[in-house]
């Protein structure tokens, strides 16, 4: 299921390079897909990076936390949506540099509801 | 007949072509027929390998162009002839050319959503036209001030347009106004007060200086995303319309490029 929803995503968005679903309580990638195969290294201080990224404004307080944080640097630009409430996840996705952005912040936090189970009627993701 | 997803092998081939510039994109929403024409240079300027580039408005065809090394060698209107470009025989007959392709990308003026289908190129050693570059063309479209807007501000400000609705520049500890009310810049100098201890503490700012352009949404007014980069050495704030965001990014990226042509 998981799987299939990151697949349908990367067609959706052929810039994205990589999707990661992290928990942010625990630092654990919990699912990932790529079309290269990222070192576990690489895909930790990414999720740290996320973490970092969706703390800033927050003040500690869910509620005032960023709808999604992006930073853009000459290598390509990630975009992290926090799956919301009290929910220790978070969804990022890695894009190549001036790939067009449009929707891809909204698309990702749909996903991520998706994932997490946090959309009403939606299955818990596997 | 079932309605289920793609299956995965499809999906594996789709990926495949999206690494060669075949298939196609999304589709963008365009505003108006500026946008839908700096949609068709961007992906002329994206496109190497020889490619013809459909271009479909709401889901209509209107306009393919065959495309080579960042070249526009020919296009053809939905419905209308052929139009062959030669840069270099031609010098003169350049405008009337690509009035005509704007003409084709009349349907945009309604604000479509625009796609692009990248196919094989099968014979396009058929054409000895020397085409024209993307450079000429962005020139041509008027987009000379985003080619002389040299800095990362400079960039975003002329794509962003009237989407930055405050922005302030932080000189030591001034924050100087570049656009917008007081009132809005007053709001902007306490977020980047709460905010600006954490972005200083990233590592990858503690370890480089600034790494980036960062955006965080819905942090500013009515949804507005807020925006931090830095430009000659100062940071740059601004408050930014969540529409005009994707649009900005893209400018930023861009600016290796244009600084290249400047």
Redesign the interface.
């Known amino acids: 299921m998981t799987?299939?929803l990151f697949?349908?995503f990367?067609?959706?968005?052929?810039a994205c390079e990589i999707v990661v679903l992290t928990d942010l309580s625990t630092g654990t990638v919990l699912a990932w897909d790529s079309?290269l195969k990222w070192p576990q290294d690489d895909l930790d201080a990414l999720c740290a990076?996320t973490g970092?990224?969706l703390?800033?404004?927050a003040?500690g307080n869910p509620d005032e936390q960023?709808?999604?944080?992006?930073?853009?640097?000459?290598g390509g630009?990630q975009i992290a949506v926090p799956a919301g409430g009290t929910r220790p996840e978070a969804l990022c996705g890695v894009f190549a540099?001036?790939?067009?952005?449009?929707?891809?912040?909204d698309t990702l936090a749909r996903l991520c509801a998706e994932l997490v189970g946090t959309l009403p009627g939606a299955d818990r993701a596997t | 007949m079932s309605k289920g997803?793609?299956p995965?092998s499809l999906?594996r081939v789709?990926?495949r072509a999206?690494?060669f510039g075949l298939?196609s994109?999304?589709g963008?929403?365009v505003r108006d027929l500026s946008e839908a024409l700096t949609f068709v240079h961007d992906q002329i300027a994206?496109t190497l390998l020889p490619r013809l580039l459909e271009f479909h408005a709401d889901g209509a065809h209107i306009l393919t162009c065959a495309v080579s090394g960042r070249r526009l060698m020919r296009f053809t209107p939905a419905a209308g002839a052929e139009t062959v470009l030669d840069g270099l025989a031609d010098r003169d007959g350049h405008g009337a050319a690509l009035e005509a392709l704007a003409r084709t990308l009349a349907p945009c003026a309604a604000g479509p959503v625009l796609r692009v289908v990248a196919r094989d190129w099968d014979d396009p050693s058929s054409y000895d036209a020397g085409g024209l570059s993307c450079e000429y063309i962005a020139e041509w479209l008027g987009m000379v001030a985003d080619a002389e807007a040299t800095t990362g501000w400079d960039r975003i400000r002329v794509r962003a347009g009237t989407g930055i609705l405050v922005a302030a520049r932080l000189d030591d500890d001034d924050l100087i106004p570049l656009i917008g009310e007081d009132a809005g810049v007053g709001d902007l100098a306490n977020?980047l007060e709460?905010?600006l201890p954490?972005?200083e503490s990233?590592?990858?700012w503690e370890a480089d200086g600034m790494?980036?352009?960062?955006?965080?949404?819905?942090?500013g007014p009515d949804?507005a995303g807020?925006v931090v980069l830095q430009d000659h050495g100062a940071l740059i704030v601004a408050f930014v319309r969540p529409v005009r965001?994707?649009?900005l990014?893209?400018a930023?990226?861009?600016g290796?490029r244009h600084q290249r042509r400047a």
């Open positions: 799987r299939h697949k349908e990367r067609a959706g968005f052929p079309a990076r970092r990224l703390r800033i404004g003040r960023a709808s999604f944080a992006m930073l853009a640097h000459p630009t540099p001036g790939a067009p952005l449009d929707g891809v912040a | 997803p793609p995965s999906l789709l990926d999206a690494a298939g994109d999304a963008r929403p994206a977020l709460d905010i954490d972005l990233l590592p990858e790494p980036g352009l960062f955006v965080f949404g819905g942090l949804g807020l965001i994707a649009a990014v893209q930023w990226h861009a290796p």
